[in-house]
Structure formats: C-alpha cells, structure tokens
C-alpha cells in the first residue's frame, strides 16, 4: 500500500509517496507530470493509495528540512525505481556528482563512453525523482537548461548546494 501526504519546501509543496519501505516518487506539487506518475503508480499498486504517511515519509521530511537549511548537502533515501537498466545507471551517475558542483550532459554521455547519447542521458535524466539530483546537471554552455519544475527551482538547489563549497 502507498501512503501520500504534503510536504512544504522553500520551493513550493512537494507531494511524496511512499510505501512501508521506499520512496516511490516525490514531485512539486505543481509539476505537470504529477497526475499522470499517480496514475501509473494507482495502476501499479492496484489502487491501494492512501493519505497518510510512513516511517519513510518522516525521514525524507527530515532530510528535506536539513537539506534546505543547509545542514546536508546531498542525502540518499530508499527509492523505489521503475525504469530500465540504463536510467538507473545515469541516475547512479548524477548522485556521484558533488554537491555544490555541475555537470553537463555531454560530460555524463562522455563517461559512459557513449558521446553519441546525450539526448538519451537527458530523457532518463527527466523521468528521474527529485531526490536524485539533476539539478547539477547544465548544458554544455553552462547555461541552466530543461527542468520541469522550472529553471528557477533549479537555480534555488544550485544556490542551496554551493553554500557546500
């Protein structure tokens, strides 16, 4: 069973799912996807989602605030990840960039050894959670580039991490 509940941010509320042991995904509460992620996932689970909240909810409220408050500078909680072989390997990727530090995408594609793959990177980039932390990741140019949630949230992380430095 999932359990869903609110979480306020600095940036805006964030809605989090989670079941008894993993954190299945944890969106703004404005992001466009939202409803269509909820949807599979009631699919999923067979339409046992409820208000409420887990012992996993509690600790990523946790880690949230003392991200935000700039007492963590990056954190891991369990996920739940239902995506291919591939996006986890970019997602493994992008949580060994340091916080406080950026990445492009040529730059990921480049340390798999596949240059060619850029658009592919930044696909699994997007279908990610937010805990996992493609905020880091910029266009060549450095230049803040493709952030559903908006470029100005991305800036805010950015902002947030390079307190770290």
Same mark, same amino acid.
């Given at each position: ?33 939202? #409803? &269509? @992620? ?10 046992? +989602?409820?208000? *409420?909240? /887990? ?27 239902? #995506? &291919? @072989? ?10 060994? +960039?340091?916080? *406080?530090? /950026? ?44 952030? *559903? ?17």
């Amino acid at each position: 069973m999932l359990k869903v509940s609110c979480i306020g941010t600095p940036l805006g509320p964030m809605i989090v799912l989670c079941d008894a042991c993993s954190l299945q995904p944890l969106e703004f509460a404005d992001q466009k996807v939202l #409803r &269509s @992620e909820i949807i599979k996932l009631f699919e999923y689970c067979k339409g046992t +989602i409820q208000f *409420g909240e /887990t012992t996993e909810t509690a600790l990523i409220k946790s880690k949230l605030q003392q991200y935000f408050a700039r007492n963590l500078p990056s954190f891991t909680v369990p996920l739940a990840l239902h #995506r &291919s @072989e591939f996006s986890h390997a970019v997602w493994h990727a992008l949580r060994d +960039i340091p916080a *406080g530090a /950026t990445s492009s995408y040529g730059d990921i594609a480049r340390a798999f050894d596949k240059p060619s793959a850029t658009r592919a990177m930044a696909r699994a980039n997007g279908a990610n959670q937010i805990v996992i932390p493609l905020h880091r990741v910029i266009g060549a140019d450095g230049s803040l580039t493709c952030y *559903g949630v908006g470029l100005w949230r991305k800036q805010k992380f950015i902002e947030v991490e390079q307190s770290y430095r």
